[in-house]
């Protein structure tokens, strides 16, 4: 299997630019799955200091799934690869909407390192997720002005009891609940339940269609993924085993030995895009059409 130092090498021995050794694994993957391959891939990790929106999936990524679509076989189902800080609730729900209307539930979730927040939730929406020892997933409680909401609900809740228990403590909870917008709190418990109730539906829909127990096992994962109080923190890494544990249906990225290689190659020359251009999000299929966004990159001096 290439490792990242191989595909380095591999670059500068044929010249090739960047786009050119990312199309081959895309290719690759495909070739070996026999299904449509896109990669949704942003380079947080990997511009460090940049702003948090240029990363972060919003409704103008459609704009690279349709192109991502247009012209293939649908009938072959999709093989979604995803690397992905996660991004808006409405525009994830409006382009899982777009997915299923584009190939069905017969979607499957490829996370060759990390998919968190938003990106969980368009994983959860697959019949399954691929998965490596080293793939994680994250919790699925929005953030509210990059505050976990939930996290928000738990405080006003916690002021409320303590000062209701002893009205002596409301000079202590006073300042920290004067922070709050009129709102905050109302929004806050709306994003949530707007979050557990269309992860849960896709979950019934897809991952465990046709299961007896579907809803009860949606319930459990959403239950698991959203309470801020089990997960303690909204960047919190959900492994491959602990998501196996409250009941995602997981494929083992190392029972294949093939595939493993195709789909970690793959992740590594998209890393080399973003690490060595000015893309900071990429949008592409295994044709070569492809949705780049980019930023200037200023030399260092």
Same mark, same amino acid.
């Given at each position: ?45 990997? !511009?460090?200091? *940049?702003?948090?929106?240029?990363? &972060? +999936?919003?409704?103008? =990524? ?7 679509? $247009? ?18 609730i409405a525009a994830t729900e409006s382009l899982v909407d777009y997915l299923r ?25 697959? !019949?399954?997720? *691929?998965?490596?020892?080293?793939? &994680? +997933?994250?919790?699925? =409680? ?7 909401? $939930?996290?928000?609900?738990?405080e006003f809740e916690r002021a409320s009891q303590e000062i209701a228990a002893d ?135």
């Open positions: 299997m290439p490792n990242l130092k191989m595909l380095q090498d591999e670059l500068k021995a044929s010249g090739s630019p960047q786009d050119a050794l990312r199309r081959k694994y895309i290719q690759l993957l495909a070739q070996k799955t026999g299904r449509n391959v896109i990669v949704y891939y942003s380079g947080w990790l990997h !511009k460090v200091g *940049l702003p948090a929106e240029l990363f &972060s +999936l919003n409704d103008a =990524d459609k704009n690279g799934f349709m192109s991502a679509i $247009h012209k293939l076989d649908r009938s072959k189902g999709l093989d979604l690869v995803l690397h992905t800080p996660g991004g808006e209307l584009m190939f069905d539930t017969n979607i499957r979730a490829v996370v060759p390192q990390l998919a968190m927040s938003a990106g969980t939730m368009i994983a959860l929406s697959c !019949k399954s997720i *691929l998965m490596g020892k080293q793939s &994680s +997933l994250g919790p699925i =409680d929005p953030q509210i002005g990059g505050i976990p909401a $939930h996290g928000v609900i738990e009205p002596s403590k409301i000079p202590v909870w006073q300042p920290i609940i004067a922070k709050y917008t009129p709102t905050l709190v109302g929004e806050c418990e709306k994003a949530t339940l707007w979050a557990q109730e269309i992860v849960k539906t896709w979950l019934i829909s897809s991952m465990f269609y046709g299961d007896a127990e579907a809803e009860k096992k949606a319930e459990r994962i959403v239950t698991e993924l959203s309470d801020h109080a089990e997960t303690k923190s909204h960047s919190r890494h959900i492994s491959t085993e602990r998501a196996q544990e409250i009941g995602v249906v997981v494929e083992q990225l190392e029972d294949d030995n093939e595939l493993q290689d195709a789909v970690l190659s793959l992740h590594h020359a998209c890393a080399l895009t973003l690490s060595s251009t000015g893309a900071v999000k990429i949008i592409e299929n295994h044709d070569g059409t492809a949705y780049i966004q980019q930023v200037t990159i200023q030399p260092a001096q």
